[in-house]
C-alpha cells in the first residue's frame, strides 16, 4: 500500500517553525494526537482575548493574512531571577512573520532587539527587548503593534531549552556559518562553543550560539542569522528522512513553548508548505539610525 503524508504545521521560535511529517497512516494518526496534546499544553491565550485590538473580527488562517510574532526568551532561573512567568527576561529575538493566504507566501520580519520604541505597558520609550521584561508576552505584542502599526494576531513564545532540544531531536541543522566564532553556551560557559566558518552541520547549542551572538558583526547582522535558522530548521523538518525524529521533536515542546495557536489554527497553515514549490520566504530588516527603513532581502523556497 503506498503510504500517504500529513503534513502538519507547528510554529515555534525564535524563530523557529516545526513541520511534523507523518509517512504511514496510523503513525501519521499517532503523531497528529501527539501534537494535538502538545499543543494544547502549550496554548496560552493573550490577557486582550482571540483577537488582535487592530481588527474588526477574529482571522481564520485558512482564509485570511495573518500574522505571527516570534519570542526568543531565556527564562533560566539565572537570566529571569526564578521568576515562573519569566517576566524579568528580556526578549533576545523578535521576527514577525506575515501570512499572503492568496498567494501562500511569508514575509519575515527581524526587529533588532535595541529598537527605541514606545512601550505602551510603561509609557515611555525603551529598547523594545525590554518590553517582556516590563509585562511578558502581553506586553511584547502590544508594543510591537504599535510601533509597526499592524495587528499581530498569534505569537509563539520559545525558551532557549526547546531551540536547543527541538534542533537536537532533528539530528541538527545544516548552515552556512559566516565566520569563525567561539562564545558561551546555554549555560553560559565561557568559550564552550567553538564553529568553524562555512556550511556544516550545528547542534542545538551550536545554532544557540550563532543566533545570538553579536560582537563579530552587528544587530541587525544577527537579526538576518535568526531569520536563516528559522528557514534552516524548516528545511530540515521538512524532509522525509526526518519522521523517526518528530515524536521527540514533539516531545521537546513542553513547557518550554507558548502560543496563543489552538490546533486546528496551526493545521490551518499546513498549505503553505504543500505548495509545488515549496514554502516562499521573503526576508525583511529594520534598519537605520533615528529614522526606520525597511529594506526588503532576498525571496527563498524551501522544499
Given at each position: 500500500m503506498r503510504s500517504k503524508k500529513l503534513?502538519?504545521?507547528l510554529w515555534s521560535l525564535a524563530a523557529v517553525l516545526l513541520v511534523f511529517v507523518g509517512a504511514a497512516v496510523g503513525y501519521a494518526a499517532f503523531l497528529t494526537d501527539k501534537a494535538r496534546q502538545a499543543a494544547n499544553e502549550s496554548h496560552q491565550s493573550l490577557e486582550r482575548g482571540v483577537k488582535s485590538d487592530m481588527r474588526n473580527t477574529k482571522v481564520q488562517p485558512e482564509f485570511d493574512n495573518t500574522s505571527i510574532l516570534f519570542i526568543g526568551v531565556d527564562d533560566s532561573d539565572t537570566r529571569s531571577n526564578g521568576n515562573p512567568q519569566g517576566h524579568t527576561s528580556r526578549?533576545?529575538?523578535?521576527?514577525?512573520?506575515?501570512?499572503?493566504?492568496?498567494?501562500k507566501s511569508v514575509k519575515l520580519l527581524s526587529i533588532p532587539r535595541?529598537?527605541?520604541?514606545?512601550?505602551?505597558?510603561?509609557?515611555y520609550q525603551d529598547k523594545i527587548t525590554h518590553a517582556h521584561a516590563f509585562g511578558g508576552t502581553d506586553a511584547t505584542v502590544k508594543t510591537v503593534e504599535n510601533f509597526l502599526d499592524v495587528p499581530v494576531d498569534y505569537y509563539v513564545r520559545l525558551n532557549f531549552n526547546s531551540f536547543i532540544e527541538v534542533i537536537n531531536s532533528l539530528g541538527g541543522v545544516k548552515f552556512d556559518v559566516p565566520f569563525e566564532l567561539t562564545e558561551q553556551n546555554s549555560e553560559d560557559e565561557g568559550k564552550a562553543i567553538h564553529l568553524e566558518e562555512g556550511y556544516q552541520t550545528v547542534s542545538g547549542e551550536e545554532a544557540l550560539a550563532l543566533v545570538r551572538s553579536r560582537q563579530y558583526d552587528s544587530d541587525l547582522a544577527r537579526g538576518q542569522r535568526q531569520m536563516e535558522m528559522i528557514e534552516a530548521i524548516i528545511e530540515k523538518a521538512s524532509q522525509v528522512g526526518s519522521i523517526t525524529n518528530y515524536g521527540d521533536v514533539i516531545n521537546s515542546i513542553g513547557n518550554n513553548l507558548k502560543t496563543n495557536l489552538t490546533f486546528s489554527e496551526m493545521t490551518a497553515y499546513k498549505d503553505y508548505i504543500l505548495q509545488?514549490?515549496?514554502?516562499?520566504f521573503e526576508e525583511m530588516q529594520l534598519d537605520g539610525e533615528g529614522d526606520i527603513l525597511t529594506v526588503v532581502g532576498t525571496t527563498k523556497f524551501i522544499k
Amino acid at each position: 500500500m503506498r503510504s500517504k503524508k500529513l503534513k502538519i504545521i507547528l510554529w515555534s521560535l525564535a524563530a523557529v517553525l516545526l513541520v511534523f511529517v507523518g509517512a504511514a497512516v496510523g503513525y501519521a494518526a499517532f503523531l497528529t494526537d501527539k501534537a494535538r496534546q502538545a499543543a494544547n499544553e502549550s496554548h496560552q491565550s493573550l490577557e486582550r482575548g482571540v483577537k488582535s485590538d487592530m481588527r474588526n473580527t477574529k482571522v481564520q488562517p485558512e482564509f485570511d493574512n495573518t500574522s505571527i510574532l516570534f519570542i526568543g526568551v531565556d527564562d533560566s532561573d539565572t537570566r529571569s531571577n526564578g521568576n515562573p512567568q519569566g517576566h524579568t527576561s528580556r526578549s533576545d529575538a523578535l521576527v514577525l512573520a506575515t501570512f499572503n493566504n492568496e498567494k501562500k507566501s511569508v514575509k519575515l520580519l527581524s526587529i533588532p532587539r535595541d529598537s527605541y520604541v514606545y512601550i505602551p505597558e510603561v509609557g515611555y520609550q525603551d529598547k523594545i527587548t525590554h518590553a517582556h521584561a516590563f509585562g511578558g508576552t502581553d506586553a511584547t505584542v502590544k508594543t510591537v503593534e504599535n510601533f509597526l502599526d499592524v495587528p499581530v494576531d498569534y505569537y509563539v513564545r520559545l525558551n532557549f531549552n526547546s531551540f536547543i532540544e527541538v534542533i537536537n531531536s532533528l539530528g541538527g541543522v545544516k548552515f552556512d556559518v559566516p565566520f569563525e566564532l567561539t562564545e558561551q553556551n546555554s549555560e553560559d560557559e565561557g568559550k564552550a562553543i567553538h564553529l568553524e566558518e562555512g556550511y556544516q552541520t550545528v547542534s542545538g547549542e551550536e545554532a544557540l550560539a550563532l543566533v545570538r551572538s553579536r560582537q563579530y558583526d552587528s544587530d541587525l547582522a544577527r537579526g538576518q542569522r535568526q531569520m536563516e535558522m528559522i528557514e534552516a530548521i524548516i528545511e530540515k523538518a521538512s524532509q522525509v528522512g526526518s519522521i523517526t525524529n518528530y515524536g521527540d521533536v514533539i516531545n521537546s515542546i513542553g513547557n518550554n513553548l507558548k502560543t496563543n495557536l489552538t490546533f486546528s489554527e496551526m493545521t490551518a497553515y499546513k498549505d503553505y508548505i504543500l505548495q509545488q514549490d515549496g514554502l516562499n520566504f521573503e526576508e525583511m530588516q529594520l534598519d537605520g539610525e533615528g529614522d526606520i527603513l525597511t529594506v526588503v532581502g532576498t525571496t527563498k523556497f524551501i522544499k
